[in-house]
């Protein structure tokens, strides 16, 4: 038979409206008491109903989040740090996969809000104000990852993307490249436009001259990545260096140097970006600028959840550190 609210209250020698308040959060409820309440629920297996929470305006315990490709590692992730830390503070994912296509982006908010989600944690290029002012006049708590949207007041919890660009592109100044290559998979992206002023930073600090051509942008998968890198190598100067804004970029530059007979680091040095699991398994191991994923999921679910519980009115816009890892894809240049 199936644990109810009376079996909670019976077994831990408590009225059946303080195991609603400790269900519900509400009340005063001594820790004790809400320890034993917990213990009690967990040993009998109880499952709140996620339905009548909702019908009554509480809390489901559930959270939405929108990626825009559960293929790229660095998604996968991110995924994963959000999951394990929600299921630590008692909250079940909803995860959808957007393809960054608004039309799929639009019918999966809607899917949550039919879910009644208690919040929502954004990590796609979602940017249609209508959608977001919706959700913000329902009063559904927003967090966005590794990017904001200072016209839309939530928490956010991002790298500092103008050090990361600034990481990769000094390194690789500093082994003696003065042709750096930049390939990103969306320069319009704060994150984008971010990396690419660290990267002008870096070559300013050099005296190397800024060249639009060395910069190119493309759709994020290794084959898209390595078509890309084809034209840079086909340029009248091509690059002795090629710094991808993503590891599945860096991936397709590696693919293309390798059907080039190029070798990697001595006739290209390749820098990635996200320090994903591919940074380390791809023939040489990638250097890579590393966002701390675990960090950046465990921050974001705990200032969503921090809203959901408190619906405090300050927002928050945590920044956190990235870190170059040097592995075997960079080298000095054979010819300058």
Known sequence: M??????????????????????????????????????IMKELDYQPSVVASALTGKSTFSIGLLIPDLANPFFAELARSVEDRGQELGFNLVMCSTDNNPKKEASYVT?????????????????????????????????????DMPSVVSDSVLIDDFMGG????????????????????????????????????????????????????SASSPDAGKRRTFELLDSEKPPTAIFAFNDLLAIGVVQAAKERRLSIPWDLSVVGFDNTILAGIVDPPLTSVSQPIPDIGRQVMDVLIGAIRDRKQAKERIVLKPELIVRESTAFPRMV
């Open 2 to 39: 199936k644990t109810t609210i009376y079996d909670i209250a019976k077994a831990a020698g408590v009225s059946i409206a303080t195991v609603s308040k400790v269900i519900n959060e509400t009340g005063r409820i001594s820790a004790d008491t809400r320890e034993r309440v917990h213990e």
């Open 111 to 147: 899917l949550l809000k039919q879910k009644r989600v208690d919040g929502i944690i954004i990590a796609t290029g979602l940017s249609d104000e209508t959608i977001l002012k919706g959700l913000i006049d329902q009063k559904i708590p927003l967090a966005f990852v590794a990017r």
């Open 166 to 217: 600034y990481l990769g592109a000094s390194h690789l100044v500093s082994l003696g490249h003065r042709r750096i290559a930049i390939l990103s998979d969306d320069l319009a992206q704060r994150s984008g436009s971010e990396r690419i002023r660290g990267y002008r930073h870096a070559l300013e600090e050099a005296g190397i001259a800024f060249e639009p051509d060395y910069v190119a942008e």
